[in-house]
């Protein structure tokens, strides 16, 4: 069965470092999504890109957060300068016509 | 007011139990929804989609009330392995995306 794959599965980083989540979606899809969860509490939406651009984002997603899909199979999170309450899980998920949300297993990230 | 409303539980049943979790959503505009489950520290995974007429798949049931905003899932027959938080989802919006609920725990004891 085709997966998302996400990496690393935990990154541990100082407070004001840049950090990268990467995910690799499943081929044919084309909707993609990140989303997080901070220990004890919901997923929450953060973003979704379709055809190579953001189609919508959350509050949540500031000016701290980016996403690119820089080739034809990497979809990454990137975090400008991490804070505190940035410790999360964070999901890759994506989904194509007709298919419904896969997720990735999740990158955990924690900021020291 | 959260978007979507669940019990946060934990229902702690014996095995062979039948247990049901209920669930609200605020949003009109809501269009498809959904029962999740996430195991500890893993990712949310479908466990049945939900429609106004009912639909069951083996021990689960699930139903949708539009009127009062009501989503619920029935467990027949609990196993130790059904163990787990249950997600209520809906999904709004052009771009699907998904909005969920706290999770209900459900922990079955031998």
């Known amino acids: 069965e085709p997966e998302v794959t996400q990496t690393p599965s935990h990154q541990v980083t100082q407070m004001g470092q840049e950090v990268i989540l990467r995910c690799v979606p499943i081929?044919?899809?084309?909707?993609f999504y990140w989303y997080r969860q901070i220990l004890g509490q919901k997923v929450e939406f953060l973003v979704s890109?379709?055809?190579?651009?953001?189609?919508?984002k959350s509050e949540i997603f500031d000016d701290q957060f980016s996403v690119e899909r820089p080739d034809g199979s990497n979809f990454t999170l990137k975090i400008r300068s991490t804070k505190l309450e940035d410790s999360a899980m964070y999901f890759c998920?994506?989904?194509?016509?007709?298919?419904?949300?896969?997720f990735g297993s999740g990158t955990r990230l924690t900021v020291v | 007011r959260k978007e979507v409303e669940q019990d946060p539980g934990p229902f702690n049943v014996p095995e062979g139990a039948t247990v049901a979790f209920n669930c609200t959503y605020s949003?009109?505009?809501?269009?498809?929804f959904f029962w999740y489950r996430q195991d500890c520290r893993k990712e949310p995974k479908l466990l049945m989609s939900?429609?106004?007429s009912g639909n069951e798949d083996g021990r689960f049931t699930a139903q949708l009330n539009r009127a009062s905003q009501y989503i619920s899932l029935l467990i027949r027959d609990s196993k130790l392995s059904d163990s787990a938080t249950y997600l209520c989802?809906?999904?709004?919006?052009?771009?699907?995306?998904?909005?969920f609920g706290t999770g209900t725990l459900l922990a079955v004891q031998p």
């Open positions: 998920a994506s989904t194509g016509q007709g298919y419904g949300y896969t």
């Open positions: 081929s044919n899809h084309l909707y």
């Open positions: 890109f379709y055809n190579n651009e953001i189609s919508e």
């Open positions: 949003n009109s505009a809501s269009q498809s």
């Open positions: 939900v429609y106004s």
């Open positions: 989802v809906t999904t709004r919006g052009a771009t699907n995306k998904l909005i």
